[in-house]
């Protein structure tokens, strides 16, 4: 069995016996804290977004997510992660929190939880799924139902953004939903579908409302083609949503030519 | 010491409204089937299919899909309990006791005097270790049946390991056959901490739980 | 249900495994001991559920690198990892 020697790069072979003592810093950033909720208002019927003051709230990055705790009277545990909705540059963290039925979380937070109460959270986590202007773009975002929170991340992260930063970044999100009433941040999205240089499709793959001239079916191939950039023109691809959905939008963008290394995922699981 | 957990205001575990006696500490009835598994479903054709008893010296029976249907079949209804928390009650399986498939391996030559303890082994390298009094005595059967039907692939079809008087991981799923232990050998979950006997009206869940 | 939609990916076990890296790792590159396959641990493949960290190779299903906390205790098997090459932006030579 080999270990690190001291010295050596960040490359490991197999985990030393001897683990290395964490940073005050790290250690406060991976600890948990109880933060307050401020406001929350109801995205559809089945969405919820949560507004939180977290005390000491390191800034993060688009794409980011935190890990929820929920301890009981009687010490029963329970923990899920959330990706965070709002952009960095916020002073509060937002989380959208889908309701799904018979889950243990979602419904106390869609339900239960009120403005004053404490939500004991750790993060912001990950460096894999996140995106800000330092990579550039073009940059197109797929989003499959709760998938869309962390891409509104970055889309507000890019909302901030000076003009001429945004003139150098083009956008364009890709996001199906059941039906129109499914759409979370419908509003927003269509507001943002005015700046010059994004791009905002959606596609309802239920139901669809009336005079509908969008897409109505699942995101296929020519889809993605017709909606976003070439493998040629190497855009920055960040897809996000139930598994199926996920594996299949990144597997057409490989077979149509994109890096793999350009196409991001995360993947939230089973369909709702 | 551990930290002083923030206790969430109105936050409770899902009620049990079981029968008392009924649900083991800790655990809530589901009426769902929910599907943990630790890799992709295998996916092996029955005439790929088949089934080993080997012993520590190596000696070994063996049955193709076909052998194994003609061991006698019983059909339990059980109990079952999944160290997550959920339990459902009175699950219909079929299978082939591993009383059955003991007995057909010692007069196939397998000898079973030293073992104490059993390693199931199973397509896409899952393991777990159990007894051989947990698995014997009418406490086990490889079950290829389930609710009348065949069993599903995502439940652990063509055939799975069925111990339910211990938490359900040690029913292992995509099972092709019990290797014969003298000692203990902590399979896939016991070796990340898991209980390696996981009784669940003691609660042992984790390795060290009394 | 298919087990295929159920398993996420290495976004979910990051807050897990920062506990035991003491740093982000999910743009660390792993390299598959079965296979030879690199890539993000961002976008490996985790069946654990709740059970724990089961991270697969995306290529051959091996599990490269298992991880499981309970009450007092991180256990820990990287052994399906040959390489892991962690970015350290701190200690990186300015530009």
Redesign the interface.
Known sequence: MTTATPGAS??????PDV??E??TT??AR?AWRVATVVQVHDETPRARTLVLDVPQWPRHRAGQ?V?VRLVGEDGYQAQR?YSIASAPEDAHVALTVERLDDAEVSPYLCDVLQVGDGLEL??P?????VWDFSQGGPLFLVAGGSGIVPLMAMLRHYAHASAADRARVPVRLLYTARTWDDLIYRAELEQFAAHPNVRVTFTLTRSTPAGWTGYDRRIDAAMLREVGWSAAEVPHVFVCG???LVESVATLLVEAGHD??LV????????A | MADKPFIARGFHARRASAPPGRLPPGQYETRDFP???????PRTALAAWDFTVRDSGGRSARWSWDDFQALPHETPTVDIHC??KWSKFDTMWEGVSVDALLSAARTRGVNMTDARFVTAFCD??YTTNLALADVTGGKAWVAFGYDGAPLP??HGGPARLLVPHLYF?KSAKWVRGLQLMERDEPGF?E????HDHGDPWREQ????DP | ????????????A??TL???F??????AIATCRSCGTR?????LLD??????V?L?CPAC?A?LL???H????L?????GI???????TASAPQS
């Not at chain 3, 087990?3 to 996420?8: F, G, I, K, P």
């Not at chain 3, 069946?47 to 724990?52: A, D, K, R, S, V």
Request: net charge negative.
């Open positions: 960040s490359a490991i072979g197999v985990i683990m290395a964490l940073q790290e250690a991976i997510h890990d992660s750790r993060g986590i990950g460096g894999y799924f139930p598994t199926p793999p290394l991001r995922t995360e993947r939230f699981g089973p369909t | 599907v943990l598994s630790a890799g992709p479903t160290v997550t896409g390298g692939p995502e991981w979950w070796q990340l901490g898991y869940r984790y390795r060290g | 249900m298919d087990s295929e939609d159920m398993h996420l990916d290495g976004n979910a990051a807050g920062r506990d035991v003491a740093r982000d790792v999910t743009t890539g993000a641990v961002g976008a069946y654990g559920q709740e059970m724990g089961i697969r299903d599990p298992r991880l499981v309970t009450p007092g205790w256990r820990l098997d990287a052994s040959a390489l892991l090459v962690i970015p350290d």
